[in-house]
């Protein structure tokens, strides 16, 4: 609040100005950021606030606004609501997360033909305070399909850090997992294991497959299949009929290269589980590449691991028989 005053001027009138507004919180894409690292040190950010405004009608300043660097591929939440604000997909992307608040009114904005010295003013409102998570979204080179219970995870944790929940009953992933396979010295590729498929999972049956579009940029499937579970006749019917899921989902995904990973060999007397899945494909007219592995002694992990590593790389592809 001021008024006027000078000398020969008597009732000067009312000049206090505005006050500014507080800066507001950008967050923007930083193409040379590829991890959230930064975040680890530095976990709380202000913006500018804006300057009170004063006599002889000086409005206040506004206060700069703060852009924050985050990496592409940023998924942006409101940590008290679980709220998603915003998914960070391009790099021209700059999204506002937290507005300043306006700036107070100075009595000048008062005065008016009835009250030529009005004393009044208001405060400045309160700037957003929020409290941000962020998360990073990894695209994964290679996806894990398969019915509950394949033993999707336990081939997750058993080639990478990743510490997904194993148990003995479907749908025990409700969320996708992303673990990093490092097959040697600085070779490494991102593995992502989804929730289970069953049939009419395209209409929502079990979990659905609104998890499928996290691997709709994958460059490779691996099928798993329990081989121990099941005769020669209903597993050829599982496999048929997670492809058919699959395709139902959309063409990148029927499109993706698939290996089909037989699972579980510790589980069946030796040589049954390879005369087993030779079964298997004949019966299926796969052509494709088949593994045998046991995810939990890790018999033939390795090797899928290699193979995996080669075809991302684009070598020369090994004769594909698997582990024969
Ligand atoms: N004997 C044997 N059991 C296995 C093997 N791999 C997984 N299992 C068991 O199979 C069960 C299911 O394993 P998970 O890894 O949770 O299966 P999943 O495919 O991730 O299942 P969902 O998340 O429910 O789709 C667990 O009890 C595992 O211990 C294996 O190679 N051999
Ligand atoms: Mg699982």
Not at 156 to 168: D, G, H, N, T, Y
Not at 223 to 234: G, I, K, P, R, T
Request: aromatic residues 6%.
């Amino acid at each position: 609040m001021s008024f006027r005053r000078e000398k020969f001027i008597p009732k000067g009138g009312p000049d206090g100005g505005d006050g500014g507004k507080g800066g507001d919180v950008y967050l923007r894409v930083n193409d040379n950021l590829n991890t959230l690292a930064d975040f680890r040190y530095t976990r709380s950010f202000k913006a500018k606030n804006g300057r009170p405004g004063s006599g002889q009608n000086k409005t206040g300043h506004g206060g700069d606004d703060l852009y924050i660097d985050v990496p592409l591929g940023t998924v942006v939440f409101d940590h008290d609501t679980d709220e998603l604000i915003a998914d960070i997909s391009a790099s021209d992307q700059c999204v506002v997360v937290a507005y300043g608040g306006k700036g107070g009114l100075g009595n000048a904005h008062f005065k008016s033909s009835t009250n030529r010295s009005p004393r009044r003013t208001t405060e400045g409102t309160k700037s957003e305070q929020r409290h941000l998570r962020l998360e990073l979204r990894i695209l994964a080179d290679v996806g894990l399909v398969g019915a509950p219970n394949a033993g999707k995870s336990t081939l997750l944790a058993a080639v990478s850090q990743a510490k997904p929940k194993i148990a003995a009953y479907p749908f025990t992933t409700l969320y996708p997992q992303l673990g990093v396979v490092t097959v040697r010295a600085g070779r490494s590729f991102v593995m992502a294991d989804i929730p289970g498929l069953v049939e009419g999972a395209s209409d929502g049956v079990g979990l659905g497959t609104t998890f499928l579009r996290h691997l709709s940029r994958t460059r490779l499937l691996l099928h798993l299949v329990d081989v121990a579970l099941l005769s020669v006749e209903s597993l050829a019917q599982e496999i048929t009929t997670i492809a058919n899921e699959l395709s139902h989902y959309g063409k990148d995904l029927a499109q993706q290269d698939r290996w089909l990973v037989f699972n579980k060999i510790d589980a069946l007397p030796s040589n049954e589980a390879e005369t087993k899945s030779r079964a298997l494909v004949e019966t299926l007219g796969w052509s494709g590449p088949r593994f045998l592995i046991s995810a939990v002694t890790g018999q033939g992990c390795e090797a899928l691991c290699q193979a995996v590593m080669a075809y991302l790389e684009g070598a020369e592809e090994p004769g594909w028989k698997g582990s024969e």
